[in-house]
T-cell receptor, first 110, second 118 residues
Framework: RKEVEQDPGPFNVPEGATVAFNCTYS??????FFWYRQDCRKEPKLLMS???SGNEDGRFTAQLNRASQYISLLIRDSKLSDSATYLC???????????FGAGTQVVVTP | GAVVSQHPSWVICKSGTSVKIECRSL??????MFWYRQFPKQSLMLMAT?????????EQGVEKDKFLINHASLTLSTLTVTSAHPEDSSFYIC??????????????FGPGTRLTVL
């Protein structure tokens, strides 16, 4: 079983709609979680950190469910520029080592 | 956010040659940097953790003699792919932690280096 699992998608989303997707992690001791976005042939960019039960940043909402060991990302009022691959990332040790999911592709269409 | 640069952004080399990739934190100090590799349509795979002033820690399956890492200062880590072969062709990305940030676990990524070995 992979340490971090994501639905690869793609999620095809009409512009202005809402999309949500989950990520599951296997290590129940994990404490810190992140969502990164990665555009094609580019480096990952930090979207949100998820330190507690969840947080919101503009149109983006991340939630953490420790009991079921998943985190979710919700994007409201989708923009064309939201088209990207969203990487679920879990902190695995105190040195800062991260475990990446394979990513969920989101395609926002006009 | 913090800025991390990488050089070169892309490189094409012949099989058997060595390639050095530099990773710099431009506006913060990074005692720890990380090197990843990403093949097409796959996730980032951590290759090694680079610690300033000490030896790097390599992940299982990564040959330390093939992928030489040097972290000589708080703002620079280098990865040298020695005797490169076509199967080493990949997207190499470094990241660094900004220890000055509250929490301190966010990593900021360099723009990556696309290596093609002919």
């Amino acid at each position: 079983r992979k340490e971090v699992e994501q639905d690869p998608g793609p999620f095809n989303v009409p512009e202005g709609a809402t999309v949500a997707f989950n990520c599951t992690y296997s290590n129940s001791a994990s404490q810190s979680f992140f969502w990164y976005r990665q555009d094609c042939r580019k480096e990952p960019k930090l979207l949100m950190s998820v330190y507690s039960s969840g947080n919101e940043d503009g149109r983006f909402t991340a939630q953490l469910n420790r009991a079921s060991q998943y985190i979710s990302l919700l994007i409201r009022d989708s923009k064309l520029s939201d088209s990207a691959t969203y990487l679920c990332v879990v902190l695995t040790d105190s040195w800062g080592k991260l475990q990446f999911g394979a990513g969920t592709q989101v395609v926002v269409t006009p | 956010g913090a800025v991390v640069s990488q050089h070169p952004s892309w490189v094409i080399c012949k099989s058997g040659t060595s390639v050095k990739i530099e990773c710099r934190s431009l506006d913060f100090q990074a005692t720890t940097m990380f090197w990843y590799r990403q093949f097409p349509k796959q996730s980032l795979m951590l290759m090694a953790t680079s610690n300033e002033g000490s030896k790097a820690t390599y992940e299982q399956g990564v040959e330390k003699d093939k992928f030489l890492i040097n972290h000589a200062s708080l703002t620079l880590s280098t990865l040298t792919v020695t005797s490169a072969h076509p199967e080493d062709s990949s997207f190499y990305i470094c990241s660094a932690r900004d220890m000055g940030l509250a929490g301190g676990y966010e990593q900021f990524f360099g723009p990556g280096t696309r290596l093609t070995v002919l």
